[in-house]
Each structure stands twice: as structure tokens, then as C-alpha cells.
């Protein structure tokens, strides 16, 4: 029977009259801008069918979701996960129809590690025998493996954890052991309740010689280890493992904890591509390029870059087009008393909020595909014997890495503020979002630790141009060549960054240069302690990655018409250098410093971004529709499609929130909860506790 709330309607003007206006007073072709930013592996297509799928699906509804419990989260998303199995095998879907599944689910799925670093990790690491016995047996499911690298004393140092694995001579086998308690795995993805399996990454122990026990320590290698019952899914005698608990976000997904009490695993366990351990002689080949052995995380760490874009383009849908609808206060300079209220989204502080994320958005997604492109090539050459290019990669993936979750996982928070109160509700979409994201500035290597690895890179490589000997390795050694040859000639006059766009690429690579160098003089003629340089290494990995990032997004525009439509094209170019003079600002003393920009063009940095924001302002809408983000996907009161805002609002609280169909009992002389239970629900839930 309706209720006299049915009948109510917002205030005009509505959310969806709002939105209509937004989108008509604009000229971005939507369709076009769509098809350009996700033209490949035919995204959009692929969306609309599986979008069909999972939204007719019981299973995949969303609307209560938020109120169940861990245990029930957990049960949740491995009945997801094995229904997208099925469907998969239903449908005929590829490894990108089931990707496309698990992003609209957004619900972490507990196979994730197994279908990520555990596959890839077999896929490049194992050699021609143990790919052809473990691939099939992984495809279909029967192995079910996770990622055992993180323990509970060492997470970014990969090289001081402490699990071991001792060739045995005796048994023709590898003896796992922890032999302390932060030896203990943890954190590792899908290991607590869901694997069979596991790549461990233990330190390889090698006797001397047959009958040594004098053992010598060859680093991290990692191992195919069988850790539960194939049968009864229980643990394995001598390994201690299960789900570590409450976490911040991730509900669905068991990351775990895991010990080894002296269990042995056969010589066939260690992957052997790029080194072995002759089971006759005890004798150790190791790889060409010992960073083989972190291949796995290196193809995460460049995909993770892919996955930031699209959680900040959701966060920033939700706040473009709620800031639009929400309407608060007159414009104060306005003569009519009657004036309508201004779109927050109007207010210059609400902008520069959420405009230049906007930018972001754009940026990060063609350095996003230009790294995809560097890993495919790489793993190739390394296909080939040749590892030329891996430091480079391993380079630039870890600085952006660092560079844009941190991006990403800012914005949400930025996004949740600028929607004022409503942004702290369910409703807003960004709980779930924000939660499950904040693992990504410290999982696959903490952000601030991992710059450490760009820094000593581009430090190398600065060394080697400052000597000049022979020719230069790769581009960062042949930009560091030019830096110095530019100073020595000119003095390094400023940019004209208002001039030429290409000024404005220039002037971040000269920043990075320049800071490099600075980093250079410190450590190896000054002999600077590392650790006290920390901080300016940190400094020195983010301009690097902010150049490429500028420097990305720049040769994107230079397309031709074919590719990059003229319509297209003039807005993303506001955006380019939108991103790039608030970045530019942001950090303006080192450009100052660095004499690649002068202080006259710095003093009209402020004024020249405002003008591109208020350029960029009636396009807010169609710029952030042109990501196509289902609805389903935001599952967001406030960044609806339709605008109906409040509508929904009101919906979400009044008949989906399951707290409302309780009548409890509030007087506190009685031990009642729930009215007409008497004391039953608090014993159960005394139980729990």
C-alpha cells in the first residue's frame, strides 16, 4: 500500500531538467570521444552484452549489498565469481569478456590472484614443461593458486623475507620452511579460504655440494606449492593458513596468512625458466637478469595504471554531475532577489576541486595504454633472450605505479568532500570505491618505497650520460645527454610555455633532468647517505613520472584527423594543458630552479588555469559521459545518469535500508532489542563477540 512519500517530487529544477540542459549547452561528440578512448578490444560492445548478463541476474543485484556482513561478503563474492565461471563457459567468453565481467560486478573477486599474478607468474616464469602441465589444470579450474610473496615482517623488500626453501639432496626436494613468526605469508589474496595452490617465493638455500651442510642463499625464487587437500579443500599436513581478518575494504576477498613447518615439495615445484637447481650435483644456474624473478609484479604494477583512470573517472562522474544537479546559494552579485540558486559546480573552489581530476582522468589513460604497449614489447624481447628493455620498464612502471594510485586514490576523497554532506552517505557510490582502493598505495610495493627503484635508475642513467662513453643505452640516457649539452650551450634559458604545447612537454622534462642531476651530484660525486636522500628521491621518481604522464598525453593530440577527430581533439587539448599547468603549479619552485620556466609565466599560472576551467566547465558532463560508466557500475544515488538525485536518495533510505523493517525496543529498563523478542537477538549477538 503506497505511503503519502510517494507522491512527493524534489524541488525544481530537477536533476534530470539539469543534466538535459548540461548536455544540450554542449558540443563535445560523446559518441566519438567514447569511441576513442575505448576503441580497442571492443570495449563498448563488450560492456552493453555482459552489462545484459549480469544485470538479469539475481545474484549480481546491488541494492542491499552494503549492509551485509564479512563472512556473508565473502560467501557473496565466491558465488559471483563461480557463477562468472560458468557463464564464461556458457557464453564462450575470453579473458576480456571475464575481465569485463569482474569490473561491472566490481566486487573483488576471491580468483582474482589466480587469474592475475598466479597465471602470469606460471605463464612466464615456468619453463616449456611445467606450462604445459600447470597451464590446463589452471584454465579449468581444477588448481586454483594464489601469490605467496608478502609476509607479516616484509612487504617491499622482496629480498629480506624469510621464508626458505632448502634443496634437500637427499629427498630430491625443495624443504619449505618459516622458522619465525614474521616469516608468515600474509596478505596474499585469495590464499585465506579460496586456493589449492600457491606461487611461494621463498629463499633459495643451496648445499655446497652433495653432502655439504653448508648452505649458500641465492635469493627469491618462487615455487608451485599444492597447500590445501585436493578433495577435502583442508590444509596440507605442516602448513598453517587461513583468512587474517577485517580489513578496510576488499570484503570479498580472503587475503590470507600462511607457515611452512619443514614441508617438502619436489624438484619440479621450482619454476625454472631462467634458473635451476641440478637435482645431481646441486648445481645453480641462474637467470641472465636476475629482475626476471619480479616479472610478475612488474605486469601488474604496469596494469595498475590502466585500473587507476577508471577509479577516478567514477569518482569523478559521481561529483560532475551531482555538483551540477545540487544547487546552493544565489550568485551574491546578483541584482534579481529572485535568482535562482547556482550549480555548485559553478563555484570556482568546487572546480578547482574536481576539474583538473577531470584532466587527470585523460591523462593517466594514455599513459595507461602507452605502458601496456612497453610491457607487451618488452615481454616479447625477453621472449627472445633479450632484457634490454626490462630495467627501463621496471623503471617506469614502479614510479607510476607510486604516481597514480596515489592520484587515484586521492581524488575519491577529494570527489567525497567536494559533494558535501550527502558524499559521507551509501548513496554517494564512493564507500565500496574509496575502500576497496586505498590497498593500492601500498599493495604491489608502497608508494613511498618503490620510488627508490626510479630514482636508482634514472641516477644510473645520468651517471652514464655525464661520462659519455659510447652510445647512449636508451632515451632516458640519450634526454640526460641532451640536458647536459642544452645547459652547457645556452645556460638552459626558460620555456615559452604559453607559446607551444611542446614547450610545455619540454619544460617537465627538463624539470626531471634537472632534479636527476641534482640527486646525481648528491649520491655519487658528493657520496650522500641514501637514506637521507630519501626524500628527494621521492621527488625525483614523481617529476620522472609526471613528465611521462605530460609527455603521453601530449603525443596522444598529435594523432591525425583519422584517428583523433577535430571535435575530439580541441577539447582534449584544454584538458592537456589544464593537467599540465595545475601540475605545473603545484610543483612550481622546481621549475623555477630549473630554469624551465620563468617567474613572470609562473605569476600567470593561476589566472590562465581558470580560465581553462571556466572553458571547461559547460563540457563537465559530456566529458565524463563520453567514459560510459553504467549506472549499474556507479551504483550511485548522486552520479545517476537520469539526474533523479533525491529521488533515489530518498528511495535507498525509506525502502531498501533494512534497518527500517526492525521495531526495536529503545527503553533501557528492559534487556529487550528487537520488540517482541525479548533478549534472543542480543544473545546471538553476544555470541558473535
Known amino acids: ?48 552484452c555482459i552489462l545484459r548478463v549480469l544485470e538479469n541476474d539475481k545474484l549480481f543485484e546491488k541494492k542491499k549489498q552494503q549492509n551485509l556482513s564479512r563472512p556473508e561478503r565473502y560467501q557473496l563474492g565466491l558465488a559471483r565469481a563461480k557463477q562468472l565461471r560458468r557463464y564464461a563457459d556458457q557464453y564462450r567468453w575470453d579473458g576480456e569478456d571475464l575481465n569485463m565481467a569482474q569490473y561491472l560486478c566490481d566486487d573483488v573477486s576471491p580468483y582474482m590472484v589466480h587469474y592475475s599474478m ?21 584454465e579449468a579450474m581444477e588448481v586454483i593458486g594464489c601469490y605467496a610473496q608478502t609476509e607479516l615482517g616484509h612487504g617491499s623488500n622482496v629480498r629480506g623475507i624469510e621464508c626458505e626453501a632448502r634443496w634437500c639432496p637427499q629427498k630430491k626436494g625443495f624443504v619449505l620452511h618459516s622458522p619465525t613468526l614474521t616469516a608468515s605469508k600474509w596478505w596474499n589474496g585469495t590464499m585465506g579460504r579460496t586456493a589449492n595452490h600457491a606461487i611461494v617465493v621463498a629463499h633459495l638455500l643451496v648445499p655446497r655440494s652433495s653432502d655439504s651442510s653448508d648452505h649458500v642463499d641465492h635469493g627469491p625464487h ?98 560532475v ?22 550549480s555548485v559546480l ?26 601496456q604497449s612497453l610491457y607487451e614489447s618488452t615481454r616479447a624481447k625477453i621472449d627472445q633472450g633479450d632484457f634490454s628493455k626490462l630495467a627501463v620498464l621496471h623503471a617506469q612502471s614502479s614510479g607510476l605505479k607510486s604516481l597514480c594510485t596515489e592520484l587515484a586514490a586521492n581524488s575519491i576523497e577529494t570527489c567525497r568532500r567536494a559533494l558535501g554532506g550527502h558524499g559521507f552517505g ?10 576497496d582502493y586505498l590497498s593500492k598505495p601500498t599493495v604491489e610495493g608502497d608508494n613511498w618505497m618503490i620510488t627508490q627503484q626510479t630514482a636508482s635508475y634514472l641516477i644510473k642513467r645520468m651517471a652514464a650520460a655525464v661520462a659519455a662513453k659510447g652510445e647512449s643505452q636508451d632515451e632516458v640516457e640519450a634526454a640526460c645527454r641532451e640536458w647536459l649539452r642544452t645547459r652547457r650551450l645556452s645556460g638552459g634559458s626558460p620555456l615559452r610555455i604559453f607559446d607551444d604545447d611542446k614547450q610545455i612537454v619540454e619544460a617537465f622534462s627538463r624539470r626531471s633532468r634537472y632534479l636527476t642531476h641534482q640527486a646525481y651530484i648528491q649520491r655519487e660525486v658528493k657520496k650522500r647517505s641514501w637514506n637521507i636522500m630519501l626524500i628527494q628521491l621521492r621527488k625525483v621518481s614523481h617529476a620522472e613520472s ?9 603525443d596522444a593530440l598529435q594523432r591525425s584527423d583519422a584517428e583523433l577527430q577535430p571535435g575530439v581533439r580541441i577539447h582534449l587539448r584544454k584538458l592537456f594543458r589544464l593537467f599540465a599547468l595545475y601540475t605545473m603549479e603545484q610543483e612550481a619552485r622546481d621549475f623555477l630552479k630549473a630554469q624551465a620556466v620563468s617567474d613572470e609565466d609562473l605569476d600567470l599560472l593561476p589566472e590562465t588555469i581558470q580560465t581553462l576551467m571556466a572553458e571547461i566547465r559547460p563540457h563537465a558532463v559530456r566529458l565524463v559521459d563520453a567514459w560510459s560508466i553504467p549506472d549499474y557500475l556507479l551504483d550511485s544515488a548522486l552520479g545517476r545518469y537520469d539526474g533523479k538525485v533525491y529521488k533515489d536518495l530518498f528511495n535507498r533510505a525509506h525502502r531498501l535500508n533494512p534497518l527500517n523493517d526492525i521495531t526495536f525496543n529503545p527503553y533501557y529498563q528492559s534487556e529487550e532489542i528487537v520488540m517482541g523478542q525479548g533478549n534472543e537477538e542480543l544473545k546471538k549477538i553476544l555470541a558473535k563477540l
Open 1 to 48: 500500500m503506497p505511503d503519502f512519500t510517494d507522491f512527493l517530487k524534489p524541488a525544481a529544477p530537477d536533476g534530470p531538467a539539469i543534466l538535459a540542459k548540461e548536455r544540450h549547452q554542449s558540443n563535445v561528440p560523446r559518441d566519438q570521444l567514447a569511441e576513442h578512448l575505448f576503441s580497442g578490444h571492443d570495449f563498448l560492445k563488450r560492456q552493453q
Open 118 to 138: 598466479f597465471i602470469t607468474t606460471i605463464r612466464e616464469q615456468g619453463d616449456e614443461n611445467q606450462r604445459s602441465y600447470w597451464l590446463p589444470k589452471i
Open 222 to 319: 618462487p615455487f608451485v606449492v599444492q597447500i590445501r587437500d585436493m578433495k577435502t579443500h583442508k590444509p596440507l599436513p605442516g602448513i598453517a593458513v587461513g583468512d587474517i581478518g577485517p580489513k578496510y575494504g576488499y570484503g570479498p576477498m580472503d587475503n590470507g596468512y600462511m607457515l611452512f613447518d619443514h614441508v617438502c615439495v619436489p624438484h619440479s615445484a621450482m619454476l625454472s625458466r631462467y634458473s635451476w637447481v641440478d637435482p645431481n650435483t646441486c648445481t645453480y644456474s641462474k637467470p641472465a637478469n636476475p629482475a626476471v624473478v619480479y616479472g610478475s609484479l612488474t605486469a601488474v604494477r604496469a596494469s595498475i595504471i590502466m585500473h587507476a583512470r577508471l577509479i577516478m573517472a567514477r569518482a569523478v562522474t559521481v561529483a
Open 321 to 342: 554531475r551531482y555538483t551540477c544537479v545540487r544547487r546552493q546559494f544565489q550568485d551574491r552579485d546578483s541584482k534579481d532577489k529572485d535568482a535562482s540558486e547556482l
Open 346 to 371: 559553478d563555484y570556482p573552489t568546487v572546480q578547482i576541486r574536481i576539474l583538473p581530476l577531470l584532466a587527470t582522468m585523460f591523462a593517466l589513460h594514455y599513459t595507461g595504454a602507452a605502458m
Open 426 to 435: 551509501g548513496g554517494s557510490g564512493l564507500i565500496q570505491l574509496n575502500n
Open 546 to 554: 609526471q613528465s611521462i604522464l605530460v609527455s603521453n598525453f601530449y
